[in-house]
């Protein structure tokens, strides 16, 4: 007899539905969310499983990689196809969610995911590394402002000028401090002001 297998993925525990050739539970169970514990399952309860779905998600790569490579017919299916059929359900849980995924899987009405493997996630995540580093030595090495200079400061509001000059030490322990805060108070607008 054909089993079909939807697997409701959480990151603690796995919600696991068997139904038969014409959609009927067969069986139904809570295991942790490890590829082991879903093989061990699905092969002691849907032996001659035909298909196995799971939705994408945050873990949904790890799981599809490592229960492939333990030789069971897992497919992916796209989330926002799942929610569609799903939502049709009058209590939504985890449970009714695993029996929504095999009865999905029984009918054959899905859209299958292209799951990339590891090695191309390993490559996507060394990309990334590598652009936040030359980032960071850019604005490392190309500070947008020198101490010594003040690039288009006579553009700036009076009050931005002076927090500048304070920003980069030349007004500290000076007198002229205490004139910037003041002309910073003078330049900006009242609350008072702004509310009416």
């Known amino acids: 007899m054909d089993y079909y297998v939807g697997l409701d ?21 809570v295991v942790d969310s490890d590829p082991e514990a879903i093989s061990v399952y699905v092969r002691s309860k849907a032996p001659d499983a035909v ?4 939705e994408t998600g945050p873990t949904s790569t790890w799981l599809w990689t490592e229960l492939k490579r333990l030789g069971l017919p897992v497919i992916c299916i796209d989330a926002r196809h799942a929610k569609a059929v799903l939502k049709m359900q009058i209590n939504k849980s985890d449970r009714n969610d695993a029996i929504g995924i095999a009865r999905i899987m029984q009918t054959g ?6 799951v990339k493997d590891i090695d191309s996630h390993s490559v996507r995540a060394l990309l990334a ?3 936040l580093l030359v980032k960071i030595k850019r604005d490392l090495e190309n500070p947008c402002s020198r101490p010594s200079e003040e690039p288009r400061s006579r553009h700036l509001p009076r009050h931005v000028q002076c927090l500048r000059r304070t920003s980069r030490g030349v007004d500290r322990g000076s007198s ?3 004139g910037c805060s003041q002309a910073a108070a003078r330049s900006a ?4 002001a702004a509310g009416r």
Do not use: N, Y
């Open 129 to 131: 590394s590598r652009a």
């Open 109 to 114: 009405w899905f859209k299958e995911v292209h």
């Open 51 to 54: 298909r196995i779905g799971l």
């Open 176 to 178: 002229r401090f205490g």
């Open 189 to 192: 607008p009242s609350r008072r």
């Open 9 to 29: 993925v959480s990151l603690k525990q796995t919600s696991i539905c068997v139904v038969d050739q014409t959609g009927a539970v067969v069986r139904e169970g």
